[in-house]
């Protein structure tokens, strides 16, 4: 992460998942970092996507070790409560679709509320988001995955609006949506098989992609390449 000054520090949430996962090692491995934290449902204290008071239990917990200069969301899931994405209309269900906004879109929204006043102030920092291209609007053109569609563009909304707000008092922040590919994982399996990019590859390149992305103003929707996906 050369963008970033010497000794910067970050912080993952989602580590637990593979790609997440693969982002914290690499953030580890980059002798330029001073340090990563990391914050999981698993871990202690545990970060609950469902539950904004253990969100905030977590950000008072590392307050002190800031500010930090990157933050890394890879949290949200494909695959809630066993069930998979909807191919029809037929299909919704409404405690489903609310549980996809629950884990895609209002969880992330309250780890932003909690956590981007951890952001350092008056230097270049980052806040990074793994969202899907399914989540465009405009890029809509097969239809199905209604509630995954539906949170992605929520959580997009979440970010755009965040970042216009964030720009105020730090005009040097960036916030990204990113698109990672198709990546080797628990997530992707059942719909690709063990098709795609290993985690730790995909990891080298959606920083290599924030660490290139400037400061605008707005949020930056872009994929594991760089190049800009219509919101």
């Known amino acids: 992460m050369n963008s970033l000054p010497d000794g910067y520090h970050a912080l993952v949430f989602g ?9 914290f090692d690499a953030l580890r491995s980059d002798l330029r970092c001073a340090s990563v934290k990391t914050f999981s449902r698993s871990g202690m204290p545990s970060l609950v996507l469902e539950d904004a008071q ?4 977590c950000a008072q917990s590392i307050a002190d070790d800031g500010p930090f200069h990157l ?5 949200g899931a494909l695959i809630i409560d066993n069930t998979g ?3 029809r209309l037929d299909d919704l269900d409404a405690q489903q679709l609310q549980r996809a906004m629950q884990v895609n879109a209002i969880g992330p929204a309250m780890l932003l509320k909690y956590f981007s006043p951890l952001l350092v102030t008056g230097e270049r920092a980052i806040w990074a988001k793994l969202s899907a291209r399914v989540g465009s609007i405009e890029d809509n053109r097969k239809g199905g995955w209604y509630g995954y569609r539906a949170s992605k563009a929520a959580l997009n909304m979440f970010l755009q609006t965040t970042a216009i707000e964030i720009a105020r ?16 994982s628990r997530l992707s399996r059942p719909f690709v098989g063990e098709e795609g990019v290993d985690p730790e590859i995909a990891a080298r390149k959606l920083l290599k992609v924030i660490d290139e992305l400037k400061p605008t103003g707005r949020a930056h929707f872009v994929d594991h390449e ?3 996906i219509p919101w």
Do not use: F, N, Y
């Open 54 to 57: 253990s969100l905030q239990l």
């Open 169 to 184: 008092r730090r005009p040097q922040a960036v916030i990204a949506a990113l698109q990672p590919g198709t990546v080797r």
């Open 85 to 87: 994405p909807e191919k």
């Open 226 to 228: 760089g190049q800009g």
């Open 71 to 75: 933050i890394i969301d890879a949290t």
């Open 15 to 23: 580590d637990t998942g593979a790609l997440g996962q693969a982002l």
